[in-house]
Structure formats: structure tokens, C-alpha cells
């Protein structure tokens, strides 16, 4: 689970390294073969370099999500770039979700613009060493119960602003992800945006849970269960069956 510990948002890239072709290569072929949540839902990963993203922060390079708007949408981009962003800190490149990224590239225009991961090649320095490091929701707003302990280390996921907006109830046998009616209450943000950015930070967090139970070789099968968008209470997202 070091990994889990190692990654950090670089919300600004002061000093970054260069990047050769075959590291280029080796991002873009992990892309390419990355598993989706919903295998159903068509989307889209561009490589770019600064210049194709509107105030790039100091990074050298952004991957530019894109996906047809169908239920679901959200969840699978957060899942899918979840992926990407452990498998780009894992290999010494700093990361930071870009939620109010634009793109300018103009590459795609059959499937509609997301989000962008932005990243560089810093030096190893730069990553965290030790989970005191990280400010996060109390651990008990998102564990809810104790036989689910073997999940604490999802609450180190990234999210907008740390807000978490989910929460996890349940044991080892059956467990429940809900999303929260918090949103995002430290910003000023329109109840569309607030919506949009906690679906997707739903997404990265069920990628933090399949890892965990990954490194733990446990088997859990996923029910997903209908909500509504825009509702504004807490709504039960997908619940985890162990095989």
C-alpha cells in the first residue's frame, strides 16, 4: 500500500525533468490498455503538451479525458484516470486532477471534454513519505463501521478540495458506497459543477477500494444500483458482494 501513501496533487510544478520518447510511449501505452468501470460507456484519452491546456501550472504534459454522456459517465472517467494518476506516481511523475482545466487542442469532437490529469517527471523527492502528511475528512465520517478497517486506507484518495463525498458502511462480507449531500460546501460553486466534480471524485475513490481489495486478493462482485444526478441526499452508489 506504499503507493497509496506516496501520491500528492502537485497543485504547482516548480521544478519538473525532462521527459524522453520512451517514457511518452510508456504513458500513452498504459492508457491505452486501462480498465474501465463501465466497459459499455466510449471514451477517450489524449496525450498533450503544455501548450494544448489552457494555464498548464508549470507542467510539461496533461492527458485529456473525453467521453459520450451517458449514466455512469463520470463515475468511469474518475475510475479510469485513478488508474493512471497511481501508474504516473508510481513511476516519479507528479500529478494534479485539473478540474477547471480547458482544453486547446480541439483533438476530439465526437465524445464531449472532461476533465485533464496534468503531469511532469519531478524528482523523487517531491512525493509523500509518511500518511501524517495528509490532511483528509476524520477517518469515521468515511469508514462507517469498524469491521471495515481493511478499507482505511481509501480515505487517502484524492478528491476536490478533500472533501470526500462518499462514505462506506457495511462488513467484510457486504458492503455500501454512498455518495455524500455534502458536495462541495468550502466553494462557491454552482450546484452543476458541485455535482459533476463529486461524481467523478466518487469514481476515484471505487478505484482506491478495487486496489485495496486487489493487493488483498479478495473478490468482491459489484451491484450498481440507480440514482438520480441531481439529487441532493445522500444516494447509494454500488454495494460490494464477497465472493
Not at 18 to 39: A, Y
Not at 123 to 147: A, T, Y
Not at 186 to 195: D, E, P, Q
Request: with cysteine.
Amino acid at each position: 500500500m506504499d503507493l497509496l501513501i506516496k501520491r500528492r496533487s502537485f497543485h504547482k510544478f516548480n521544478e519538473v525533468l525532462p521527459i524522453n520518447d520512451d517514457e511518452l510511449s510508456m504513458i500513452k501505452s498504459f492508457c491505452d490498455n486501462v480498465t474501465p468501470l463501465f466497459k459499455d460507456i466510449k471514451f477517450h484519452i489524449e496525450l498533450v503538451d503544455e501548450t494544448k491546456i489552457n494555464d498548464a501550472k508549470g507542467a510539461t504534459h496533461g492527458l485529456i479525458f473525453y467521453s459520450e454522456k451517458k449514466d455512469n459517465y463520470l463515475l468511469n472517467i474518475g475510475y479510469i484516470g485513478e488508474q493512471i494518476d497511481l501508474f504516473l506516481q508510481q513511476n516519479n511523475f507528479g500529478t494534479l486532477w485539473y478540474g477547471f482545466g480547458k482544453d486547446k487542442s480541439n483533438t476530439v469532437t465526437d465524445l464531449d471534454f472532461v476533465i485533464i490529469l496534468l503531469f511532469s517527471k519531478v524528482d523523487p523527492s517531491s512525493f509523500r513519505k509518511d500518511i501524517s502528511e495528509f490532511k483528509r475528512k476524520d477517518l469515521s465520517s468515511v469508514i462507517k463501521s469498524e469491521n471495515l478497517s481493511f478499507l482505511n486506507q481509501s480515505l487517502l484518495a484524492p478528491s476536490a478540495c478533500n472533501t470526500s463525498p462518499y462514505f462506506i458502511k457495511g462488513d467484510e462480507n457486504k458492503f455500501e458506497i454512498y455518495k455524500t449531500k455534502n458536495g462541495l460546501a468550502l466553494l462557491a460553486l454552482s450546484k452543476r459543477l458541485t455535482t459533476y466534480f463529486n461524481f467523478i471524485d466518487v469514481g476515484i475513490f471505487l478505484y482506491y477500494v478495487d486496489y485495496i481489495i486487489s493487493n488483498k486478493q479478495l473478490k468482491y462482485k459489484k451491484e450498481f444500483r440507480s440514482y438520480d444526478i441531481n439529487e441532493t441526499k445522500d444516494q447509494l452508489i454500488v454495494t460490494y458482494r464477497k465472493q
